[in-house]
């Protein structure tokens, strides 16, 4: 058997505790797998005192660097999460000459260009199975196992909070906040939640996925992101009695030389597989040019599927595969730009609009006159009775259009909003049938 491989993890807390359960409970399967013992040397922690249900105190250390740069652990797992202090953490670990595992998507999506050069440069991998998709294998899918496709298309629901939110927002009529709190104690959520809710989370996801898909490098900060924290549950409501209901999904495909990417609410009929993605899971459909349309789901979050995904990713190291397949993938490689980004104005999309009137003659009217005014046709209309909360003065108007660009839907909506006799500011949803 060959010699042992030794691994630290930088944190200690959802992943972290998921990691070494298996990596402790488990020696037997890593040998199994990889041909010779995986061997957790280090747990680096902020706070040596909290209790951790499958980190033995023997292994608990707070000083990173004494992890990172000891000669005898040659793989260094980034499980702190942030883009400040691990991106020192692993650009040191490659200058010390260290192999390394992340599931930071932020970390990737934010800082891919200059850590995979440093990678590069030492001559050492990253392996980043976790990044994506919790426990859905998404990453050595797209670059390996699909290797004989141009991937032309993704869609996927990628943050296991907001989807656990939305699923039992609509089924079982709980609170967006307490839904949120009990995400955040079972471990879906990010430290800083308002990453998940706010759509931050899935759009580093897809980020992460448009290289690997895509080949594109797209700053961050260029892809448009609407999250599921400023969403009513009345549109939940009326989506479903409409036959809907709404997923917070990632989208990107290519078309000729431009690249589409974005996050965001999407109506998707009941029957739609994605919409019947429940709970914590993740789903995404891709389309390959070979294989045609795919769709993978399994969890997305917690401890077990993401340490599952991280282990892949050590075992690859263990075996030499990831050494290799790293030094042929250029993924984060300063290329020449093959595709533009598209701006989202020239999206086309059905559109949910739900926009509050005062309860008076010829509202209905103005609305639909204005959405004609840009060419927008309107498909179907709900009106139901006026809201108390409003005392009873003010209705909701819920109209489905058919298609239209999405800066000629935008404009018609600023418009609907100056209305005299509309409570700004309408709400407005792409509908994906
Ligand atoms: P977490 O529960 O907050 O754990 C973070 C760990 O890192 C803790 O042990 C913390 O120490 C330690 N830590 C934080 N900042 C540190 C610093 N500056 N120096 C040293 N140690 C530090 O986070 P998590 O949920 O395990 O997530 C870790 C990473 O995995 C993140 O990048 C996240 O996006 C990604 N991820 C998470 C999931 C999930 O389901 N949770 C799924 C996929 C990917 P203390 O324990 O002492 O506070
Ligand atoms: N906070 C993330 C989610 C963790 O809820 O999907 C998995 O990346």
């Known amino acids: 058997?060959?010699?042992?491989?030794?691994?630290?993890?930088?944190?200690?807390?959802?992943?972290?505790?998921?990691?070494?359960?298996?990596?402790?409970?488990?020696?037997?399967?890593?040998?199994?797998?990889?041909?010779?013992?995986?061997?957790?040397?280090?747990?680096?922690?902020?706070?040596?005192?909290?209790?951790?249900?499958?980190?033995?105190?023997?292994?608990?250390?707070?000083?990173?660097?004494?992890?990172?740069?000891?000669?005898?652990?040659?793989?260094?797992?980034?499980?702190?999460?942030?883009?400040?202090?691990?991106?020192?953490?692993?650009?040191?670990?490659?200058?010390?000459?260290?192999?390394?595992?992340?599931?930071?998507?932020?970390?990737?999506?934010?800082?891919?260009?200059?850590?995979?050069?440093?990678?590069?440069?030492?001559?050492?991998?990253?392996?980043?199975?976790?990044?994506?998709?919790?426990?859905?294998?998404?990453?050595?899918?797209?670059?390996?196992?699909?290797?004989?496709?141009?991937?032309?298309?993704?869609?996927?629901?990628?943050?296991?909070?907001?989807?656990?939110?939305?699923?039992?927002?609509?089924?079982?009529?709980?609170?967006?906040?307490?839904?949120?709190?009990r995400a955040q104690e079972l471990g879906y959520a990010e430290a800083n939640p308002t990453l998940d809710v706010d759509g931050s989370d899935a759009a580093h996801k897809l980020a992460v996925l448009?290289?690997?898909?895509?080949?594109?490098?797209?700053?961050?900060?260029?892809?448009?992101?609407?999250?599921?924290?400023?969403?009513?549950?009345?549109?939940?409501?009326?989506?479903?009695?409409?036959?809907?209901?709404?997923?917070?999904?990632?989208?990107?495909?290519?078309?000729?030389?431009?690249?589409?990417?974005?996050?965001?609410?999407?109506?998707?009929?009941?029957?739609?597989?994605?919409?019947?993605?429940?709970?914590?899971?993740?789903?995404?459909q891709v389309i390959g040019d070979a294989v045609g349309e795919m769709m993978f789901q399994g969890a997305g979050a917690g401890a077990l599927p993401t340490a599952s995904a991280v282990i892949s990713d050590i075992v690859d190291l263990a075996v030499g595969r990831a050494q290799k397949t790293f030094a042929v993938n250029k993924f984060w490689s300063a290329t020449p730009k093959k595709y533009q980004l598209r701006p989202s104005n020239k999206v086309r999309s059905r559109f949910y609009l739900r926009v509050l009137v005062r309860d008076e003659p010829g509202m209905l009217a103005d609305v639909a006159r204005t959405l004609a005014n840009d060419r927008i046709s309107i498909a179907s209309i709900i009106q139901h009775e006026a809201l108390e909360e409003h005392q009873g003065q003010v209705v909701p108007l819920v109209i489905m259009t058919h298609y239209a660009e999405t800066g000629q839907f935008r404009h018609a909506l600023s418009k609907i909003n100056e209305l005299p006799g509309v409570v700004p500011p309408g709400v407005s949803y792409s509908v994906d049938d």
């Open 210 to 284: 448009a290289q690997i898909a895509f080949g594109v490098s797209v700053p961050f900060h260029e892809i448009e992101r609407v999250g599921i924290d400023t969403l009513h549950p009345m549109d939940l409501r009326f989506a479903y009695e409409l036959g809907y209901t709404i997923k917070l999904l990632a989208e990107g495909w290519l078309d000729g030389n431009e690249v589409a990417l974005h996050v965001a609410p999407v109506l998707l009929r009941k029957t739609d597989m994605l919409a019947q993605v429940r709970g914590v899971y993740n789903a995404i």
């Open 1 to 181: 058997m060959q010699e042992p491989l030794n691994v630290g993890l930088l944190g200690g807390g959802t992943v972290g505790n998921g990691v070494a359960k298996i990596l402790l409970e488990h020696p037997e399967r890593m040998i199994l797998r990889a041909g010779r013992p995986i061997v957790l040397q280090k747990v680096v922690v902020r706070d040596p005192s909290k209790p951790r249900s499958h980190i033995p105190a023997s292994l608990i250390e707070t000083n990173p660097y004494r992890v990172i740069e000891d000669p005898n652990i040659p793989v260094i797992v980034e499980l702190v999460g942030g883009t400040t202090d691990a991106k020192n953490y692993v650009l040191a670990a490659l200058a010390a000459g260290k192999h390394v595992v992340t599931a930071n998507k932020a970390l990737l999506a934010e800082h891919g260009v200059e850590i995979f050069e440093a990678a590069r440069k030492a001559n050492r991998a990253i392996g980043f199975e976790a990044s994506v998709c919790g426990g859905i294998p998404i990453i050595n899918l797209l670059s390996q196992c699909l290797s004989a496709n141009q991937i032309t298309a993704i869609q996927g629901i990628l943050n296991g909070t907001c989807n656990f939110i939305l699923t039992t927002m609509s089924e079982e009529g709980r609170p967006y906040a307490e839904m949120l709190a």
